[in-house]
């Protein structure tokens, strides 16, 4: 039996260029310049007032990634960092995430593994691992207080919190925005790989009497 059909319509042809669209949080207390990150990541600019604006907004950055497009959402919250969590529905999806702190002002650092465990709790892979975070020590430009003072060593600190890696930055000199930008999406594509060989086995082996059914077994059906 032929069907006639018309020929496929060009929209719904696949180029062989692969776009990655990601979503990433942005967390860390009030003040810590946040807002500022993106501003300065995404539109090249810099200001010393960003109005607060109650909710959630966004910000889109389009990076060529090895001959791929890269779609980096980020997402920015404003009002709600008082709480110092928010609700699964705003990280749902996420992959990958900054928190950010201020390392001028203790306090601020102190709500890190805070705003690192809220996210571990409401949110994990397909795989059960959390996402890719990168931690942040912004304001860079003013000082160093918090990194000269505590006796911490930031790699440890990152190795015991699950934290991928560490920079300081300042969003107001523009330094190392990009290079974390580009650490944490590197991130999430080894993230995304890793998930990909949990769920799609090297070798697809028939197992006879097995009861768990790979969901994709059913594509080699004829
Ligand atoms: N010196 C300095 N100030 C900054 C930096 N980033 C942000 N700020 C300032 O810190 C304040 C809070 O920044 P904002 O982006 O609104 O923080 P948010 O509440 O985390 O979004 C603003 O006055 C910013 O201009 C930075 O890298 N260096
Ligand atoms: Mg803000």
Known sequence: MTHHRGSPALGTMQNNLKEHLYKI?????????????????????????????????FALKVLNWDSETVRLQLWDIAGQERFGNMTRVYYREAMGAFIVFDSTRPT?????????????????????????????????????????????KMEQFCKENGFAGWFETSAKENININEAANFLVKHIIASENDILKSV???????????????????????
């Open 25 to 57: 949080l942005v967390i860390g207390d009030l003040g810590v310049g946040k807002t500022s990150i993106i501003k300065r990541y995404v539109h090249q600019t810099y200001s010393t007032n960003y109005r607060a604006t109650i909710g959630v907004d």
């Open 108 to 152: 601020t650092f102190e709500a890190v593994t805070k705003w690192k465990e809220d996210l571990d709790s409401k949110l994990t892979l397909a795989n059960g691992q959390s996402i890719a975070t990168v931690l942040l020590a912004n304001k860079c430009d003013q000082g160093r207080d918090v990194l000269n003072n505590n006796g911490i």
């Open 200 to 222: 799609v086995p090297d070798t697809i082996s028939p197992q006879l009497g097995s009861s768990k059914e790979v969901s994709c077994s059913s594509c080699f059906k004829s």
